[in-house]
């Protein structure tokens, strides 16, 4: 089944983004994945993962360059049948100090680069009969986190962007879920405040930080093997 | 695309020691043996419906499945233990619980009496409670475990529910959480799954105008099938899911 799916990831090379990749990989999956600046590790995972891993280098932040790749990949004789947005910006940074800028470029890499994809990918998407879709939100958009606002309203942006596209597209055979995540050992966890962890360790049922290949496991079942559940935040965020 | 996929690799849950409560028909049964194909090993419950027990037995026999089967009320504390003390002097212990026999009795709160509000909240909320409470033992023993409370509150956001379902079910996902946060110490995960309705089990009972409601209202336009909402537990169930807990999986097609 999976043999004959091609995945679209944003994000390959992020913390969660290579778990996600080396999962779908081996389960026949082939993953044209994106990258900016870590073109290095980007040819290292293609050059470890073969030639189901398929590196894009591209500027998320770049509508017209997603709608590029969009058309390239809509092109080929298998098109993505499915599509995983891993790829987030986000650091602890208090409210007086986030700059117009910054505003703009966490806003464009984690909600409107999503919503650029799926505006093309979706009616594609529809019109071979469905497909699949997976954003990740981090636990920011949840109440009982302090969390830093900017980042935040990115997070609930992009719960209310899948659920509308569920309601949009389900009825075309297209599945979209959200996969909320907790800390986890590296990635964006790494900029949060120690004593935050901490707090996490505490209150959480499971008691302890998450890892990518736990989240990437629950991306990839929605992704592959899911027939029922859309527009849900499927909460893999250890039990806050 | 009503089927769900075949899972891939290896078997999800190889010998896992399992146990479904109110297992001998509908999605009860389609648990049983999403478990058993899955490579688990099934003990169920039933309380009247030998014959169905008996085919959901044979079944999983043809699967290969080492089945247990028990006959009892989800309401009897004692039943909860014996089951529970035969499964871990048979096998060793309890991997997997899922708590899924419920009742629903249709009624307008204006004639709902006494009797059906308790019998409601026993079966749906004692239950859970009498039968979680019995695996924990050796769950603990075990360091490791996992709850699965089929809630089916789901609905409530398009549908009139009895007022006493509704609230027993409620009362579960808040139970879900609770005991999710007391044991996850321990290792012991704790989730609730919330389907929402089904072409067979209560969804075939209902009126084809209510049912067409649905199919009108739900993301994807038709409702689901009790095979789709077994294999999803089943994810939630196995080794695979390990940071989820305390938390509420609405399967119902997108409301």
Sequence with gaps: ?240 | MSAPPDPPGPPRLPLARCLVTGGSRNLGRALCLALARAGARVAFTYQRRTADAEETRAALERLGCEARVFQGAVTDGDHARKVVADLVAAWGGVDVLINNAAIFRPLPTVLTEEEDWDATLDVNVKGPYLFSRACLAPMLRAGAGQILNIAACAVDRVSELPVAFAASKGALIAMTSALAREVGRYGIRVNALSPGLCEEGMGARLHEARREDYRRLVSLGRLGTLQEIAAFAVWLVSPENTFMSGANINLDGGL
């Design chain 1, 1 to 240: 089944m999976s043999d004959s799916r091609h995945a679209l990831l944003f994000g390959g090379t992020g913390h969660v983004g290579q778990a996600v990749l080396r999962l779908l990989v081996a389960r026949g999956v082939r993953v044209t994945f994106t990258y900016r600046r870590k073109a290095a590790a980007a040819r290292e995972l293609a050059a470890e993962l073969g030639p189901r891993a398929m590196p894009a280098a591209i500027d998320l932040r770049a509508p017209a360059a997603i709608r590029a790749l969009l058309g390239d990949l809509l092109a080929e004789p298998e098109p993505p049948d499915l599509f995983i947005d891993c790829a987030t910006l986000g650091r602890p940074i208090a409210l007086p100090e986030v700059s117009d800028d910054l505003y703009d470029e966490v806003q464009s890499v984690n909600v409107r680069a999503a919503f650029v994809a799926c505006q093309t990918l979706l009616p594609a998407f529809a019109a071979r009969g469905g497909g699949d879709v997976v954003l990740l939100t981090y636990l920011d958009g949840a109440r009982p986190t302090p969390m830093p606002a900017h980042f935040a309203l990115s997070q609930t942006a992009i719960i209310g962007l899948g659920q509308a596209l569920a309601k949009e597209y389900g009825g075309r055979g297209v599945r979209v879920n959200l996969v909320q995540v907790g800390p986890l050992q590296d990635g964006v966890a790494r900029e949060l405040p120690i004593p935050l962890l901490a707090d996490f360790e505490r209150l959480s049922a499971i008691g302890r930080v998450g890892t990518a290949d736990e989240v990437a496991r629950a991306i990839a079942f929605l992704a592959l093997e899911n027939s029922y559940l859309t527009g849900q935040v499927f909460p893999v965020q250890g039990g806050l």
